[in-house]
C-alpha cells in the first residue's frame, strides 16, 4: 500500500499535464468503477442498502480526497502535501473520539505523534526544505486527510464483516454518475484528439485507477478489518520511508538524521500495534 500510494503524487503530477484536478479525478473513478462493474452486477443483491448513509460517507472520503489533493498540489510543494497526509492518523483518532465514541490506549497515541514527528523529519530531508507557494492551497490537503479520517472510522464501525471488494465497488457507484457527467460537461473526451500529450496523461490516470484506486482500496479496507482503523492509517507515515529507500537505490545520499527519522516511524507503527479492546470500542483500535 505505501509503494502505491506513495506513487500516486508522481502519478498525479503527470496526469496534471493536460488535464484538470477535476477532469483527473472523474477520470480516476470512472475508470476504477468500470473495473469492477462485473463484480458489482454479481454480487448487487449482497449490498447492504440499509446503510447507505454509512455508504455515502465512505463514498466522499474516497473521492474527495483525490480531488483535493490534486488542487492543492496545484499551489503548494510535494513536500508541504507530504507532511500534511501524514496528519491522517491523528484526525482518525480525534474523529473517533468526538464523532465515534471511541477510546485509544496512550500508547496509541503515543504511537502516532512519535511516527508522526519521523515522517516530518524524513520528508523535510529528503525532498529539502522546499515548503513555499501559495499556503491557502494547504487548506485543501488538510481537508483531504480530514475525509480520509471519516472514511477510515466508518469503513470499521459500519463495515467489518464486508467484502472490501464489495465495499469498494459500491462507494465508487455512488462517484460514477456524477464523474461521467462532468467529464461530458467539461468537453474531456475532446482533450484526447486535440490536446498534445492528453494520451500519455490518460495512461498515469488508468495506472492510478488500477493500483491507486481499485487494488489499493481493496487492501486498505482489508487492513482496517484485520488490524484496526488506527494501524492502516499509518500507511501515511510509511510513505516517505518508501520514498526514501528507493532515492537511495537511485544513488540519492543518506544521513545519519534519516535513520533517526526512520526508526521514529517505525517505533510509532509498533506503538499502535496493540491488542484490541473488548465492547464496542474494539472497532476504532
Known amino acids: 500500500l505505501s509503494l ?57 472520503g474516497t473521492g474527495a480526497p483525490f480531488t483535493l489533493y490534486a488542487i492543492a498540489q496545484t499551489g503548494i510543494s510535494s513536500s508541504l502535501t507530504g507532511i500534511l497526509n501524514s496528519l491522517t492518523p491523528l484526525f482518525t483518532i480525534l474523529v473517533g473520539v468526538l464523532v ?5 490506549a ?12 519521523g515522517a516530518i523529519l524524513l520528508v523535510v530531508l529528503t525532498d529539502g ?24 472510522n466508518t469503513v470499521k464501525y459500519y463495515f467489518q464483516d464486508l467484502s472490501p471488494i464489495l465495499l469498494t465497488a459500491v462507494t465508487l457507484s455512488f462517484l460514477f454518475l456524477p464523474s461521467i457527467l462532468y467529464l461530458g460537461a467539461a468537453g474531456t473526451f475532446q482533450k484526447l484528439d486535440s490536446l498534445e500529450g492528453a494520451w500519455f496523461s490518460l495512461g498515469a490516470i488508468a495506472i492510478l485507477a488500477v493500483f491507486g484506486t481499485v ?5 486498505f479496507y482489508k487492513l482496517i478489518q484485520l488490524a484496526g482503523v488506527l494501524f492502516a492509517t499509518m500507511i501515511s507515515y510509511l510513505m516517505p520511508l518508501v520514498a526514501l529507500l528507493l532515492g537511495f537505490l537511485d544513488g540519492e545520499v543518506i544521513v ?29 483500535n
Open 129 to 152: 526544505t522546499d515548503l513555499e507557494g501559495d499556503n491557502r492551497f494547504a487548506v485543501f490537503a488538510i481537508m483531504a486527510s480530514l475525509c480520509y479520517a471519516f472514511r477510515s
Open 215 to 219: 487494488f489499493a482500496t481493496i487492501l
Open 4 to 60: 502505491v500510494w506513495g506513487s500516486s503524487f508522481f502519478l498525479i503530477k503527470k496526469a496534471l499535464i493536460a488535464f484538470h484536478p477535476f477532469e483527473l479525478v472523474s477520470l480516476r473513478l470512472s475508470i476504477a468503477f468500470l473495473i469492477l462493474l462485473p463484480f458489482f452486477m454479481y454480487k448487487f443483491k449482497e449490498i447492504p442498502w440499509e446503510k447507505w448513509k454509512a455508504l455515502l460517507v465512505v463514498s466522499v
Open 106 to 117: 496512550r500508547h496509541k497515541i503515543l504511537g502516532v505523534l512519535v511516527g508522526l514527528l
Open 100 to 104: 465515534f465514541k471511541s477510546q485509544f
Open 256 to 284: 545519519g538524521l534519516h535513520f533517526v527519522g526512520m526508526a521514529m516511524i517505525l517505533a510509532g507503527v509498533y506503538l499502535t500495534r496493540g491488542e484490541r479492546k473488548n465492547g464496542r470500542n474494539r472497532s476504532s
